[in-house]
């Protein structure tokens, strides 16, 4: 069975960091693109950030880029989602999300449950 | 980039049809068939309901079905039972400095 589970999410103060984790299991890690998407309070889906299967290719939406920072370690089959300067409008549940088509085309067979993180002072 | 722009609601009686459209420009919707749909209940994760347009995964009921038509895809739900009262959100991939873009998201209530 496919499973993505997001870890690392919590309170932080504005201008703080936080580093989000996505462990995978049930599947073949290391030849599957992963994307994160958040979704502030009320609010709709924000795809967030993209990264290859080996992940030599990376790719931020502009709202966090130069903020955030994506990696994975597929021996460990686990993404990494360093958040810094964070501000009260990431505040969001962040899910990571699988792309299906292993060809780049934003095909999100599988979401992880989702983990809050929550910026104020 | 802007989101995909969506209804806010629709809503349908138990056993009719209703229709969610999902409007983009030339830079997604209108250029590329990476159009998928997603359904979410109040305080799940999405699920997967609808790839390339107008493909079903495994597992997803063939009451819902997608189609395109220039810059504006759809997700129809026939049949509507109480269960598919959901939130329904559109993506597409773009051209854009955003690699991948969502909908406003569409409140689905089942009269």
């Known amino acids: 069975e496919v499973q993505l589970v997001e870890s690392g999410g919590g309170l932080v103060q504005p201008g703080g960091s936080l580093r989000l984790s996505c462990t995978a299991s049930g599947f073949t890690f290391s030849t599957y693109e992963i994307n994160w998407v958040r979704q502030a309070p009320g609010k709709g889906l924000e795809w967030v950030s993209y990264i290859s299967s080996s992940g030599s290719t990376i790719d931020y939406a502009d709202s966090v880029k130069g903020r955030f920072t994506l990696s994975r370690d597929n021996a460990k089959n686990s993404l990494f989602l360093q958040m810094n300067s964070l501000r009260a409008e990431d505040t969001a549940v962040y899910y990571c999300?699988?792309?299906?088509?292993?060809?780049?085309?934003?095909?999100?067979?599988?979401w992880g449950q989702g983990t809050p993180v929550t910026v104020s002072s | 980039q802007s989101a995909l722009t969506q209804p806010a609601s629709v809503s349908g009686s138990p056993g009719q049809s209703i229709t969610i459209t999902c409007t983009g420009t030339s830079s997604d919707v209108g250029t590329y068939n990476y159009v998928s749909w997603f359904q979410q209940h109040p305080g799940k994760a999405p699920k997967f309901m609808i790839y390339d347009v107008s493909n079903r995964p495994s597992g997803v009921s063939n009451r819902f079905s997608g189609s395109k038509s220039g810059n504006t895809a759809s997700l129809t739900i026939s049949g509507l039972q109480a269960e598919d009262e959901a939130d329904y959100y559109c993506s597409s991939y773009t051209s854009t400095t955003t690699l991948y873009v969502f909908g406003t998201g569409t409140k689905v209530t089942v009269l």
């Open positions: 999300a699988r792309d299906g088509s292993a060809a780049g085309k934003g095909l999100f067979d599988y």
